[in-house]
């Protein structure tokens, strides 16, 4: 005898705004559309090999718990600020020329 095996462990279903509903009830502000331009024209220097810092992208794929998303991104924002002031900009990174350190602190 077959029993269903899908949907298990789903304990409810929750509909999710669309793109343009958050972007109306949380409009961008222009730093943040400064900081994301400015991280996209660092990343895209890095990535053309106009610019030779080492570009290194961390992060969850996804996010399930919001208060440990927050406690992961203020780990991340510590080791940023431990980096030298020449070798950051808008996004975090290292130069080539460097090798990365992190002793596991932050």
């Known amino acids: 005898m077959l029993s269903t095996t899908d949907d298990l462990r789903i304990q409810e279903i929750k509909?999710?705004?669309?793109?343009?509903?958050v972007m109306r009830e949380i409009p961008r502000t222009l730093?943040?559309?400064r900081v994301v331009l400015a991280a996209r024209n660092a990343i895209k220097s890095i990535l053309n090999g106009t610019d030779?810092?080492?570009l290194v992208i961390v992060g969850p794929c996804s996010v399930h718990?919001?208060?440990a998303a927050v406690?992961?991104?203020?780990?991340?924002?510590?080791?940023?600020?431990?980096?030298?002031?020449?070798?950051?900009?808008?996004?975090?990174?290292?130069?080539?020329?460097?090798?990365?350190?992190?002793?596991?602190?932050?």
Do not use: K, Q
């Open 15 to 21: 509909e999710l705004n669309t793109p343009e509903e």
């Open 31 to 33: 730093t943040a559309t």
């Open 52 to 54: 030779d810092r080492l």
């Open 65 to 67: 718990d919001p208060v």
């Open 71 to 106: 406690a992961y991104a203020e780990r991340l924002a510590t080791m940023r600020e431990r980096l030298p002031t020449g070798s950051r900009s808008s996004c975090a990174s290292i130069s080539r020329n460097r090798a990365p350190r992190w002793d596991g602190r932050a």
